[in-house]
């Protein structure tokens, strides 16, 4: 980014602002998620929380998912995951929820989850956000 300096303030429109910003963040190597908002990840998790808790050791229809980031998938003991989550075999660290969140059915196919999905990108960095506090 070129930016010339006369006499005056410098103007930069905002959308060559964000994507420089954006460029700094993964020069510096920060996780897209560590750039989202956890209040609105907060906030969107309400349509999750139909299904799911953020307390340790309380599930619902889903698992608890406190404590979901860095866990192994269907690990919970006091849970009864799909066979299709058993086997599923990843470890549930940012990039692995973002395509999750994205389309679950797609993702794991036989999954009990019958949730559609965040389709938006920058809602699904937020929940993440949110996940990442739930410690």
Known sequence: MNIAVQDGPITVPAVKLAGFVAQLFVAAGVPAAAAADVEAGKTAFKKCALCHTTEAGKNKIGPSLFGIVGRKSATLENFNYSEAMKKFDHTWDAETLD????????????????????????????????????K
């Open 99 to 134: 395509t999750y969140l994205a389309d679950p059915r797609a993702t794991v196919p036989g999954t009990k989850m019958i949730f559609p999905g965040i389709k938006d990108k920058t809602e699904r960095d937020d929940v993440i956000a949110y996940l990442e506090t739930l």
